[in-house]
């Protein structure tokens, strides 16, 4: 059954596949996708304050066409993506899962030196070490989304998929 939502909004942790998930989705819909880390990281990897990211994201979404937003940033968006989403992605994965995917995907982008957004590139530095380095930040958002996210989310339109064949087959199905 094709998936009737325009505006769906992927969250999880970082390595969840957010952001894969995202693009592949408003690729088979025909919706813009719109990846909150870039909008979020200017160069430097200096955070835009609130108020600029919740400039940026509004800007950035057209609810009249649709989207497909992946990230969080509950903290500095408030409801601004949550109150305009028609459906919610939570990729709850086991930890091991994203540690493994962001252990791939951080020493590859690492080793070919790959931009991601404004001049930004990964560094071990900034993967292992430092007030918010990625891997301990990974572990720490995981068990915190847990705990928090069935409160915050609850009553809304969502979809919890807790493995990869459940990311798999939800997309073979939402797309179909």
């Known amino acids: 059954m094709p998936l009737a939502a325009r505006r769906i909004w992927v969250k999880g942790g970082s390595g ?89 995907r951080t020493f590859g982008r690492w080793r070919t030196r790959e931009e991601l957004w404004n001049g930004n590139r990964e560094s071990l530095t900034g993967a292992f070490w430092g007030g918010d380095a990625l891997f301990p930040r990974a572990v720490r958002s995981h068990f915190r989304h847990r705990s928090e996210w069935p409160q915050l989310l609850a009553g809304l339109p969502l979809v919890r998929l807790r493995s990869p064949g459940e990311v798999d087959a939800w997309l073979a199905q939402a797309s179909a």
């Not at 989207?67 to 409801?79: E, F, I, R, S």
Request: aromatic content about 6%.
């Open 16 to 104: 969840s596949g957010k952001t894969t998930l995202a693009r592949e989705l408003a690729h088979r819909l025909g919706l813009a996708h719109v990846e909150l880390d870039a909008l979020h990281h200017d160069p430097g990897w200096t955070a835009a304050p609130a108020p600029l990211l919740q400039a940026r994201v509004s800007g950035a979404l057209d609810d009249a066409r649709g989207w497909v937003v992946d990230g969080n940033y509950d903290g500095k968006l408030g409801a601004l993506v949550r109150d305009r989403a028609e459906l919610i992605v939570w990729l709850d994965l086991p930890l091991y899962t994203k540690l493994a995917r962001l252990a791939q």
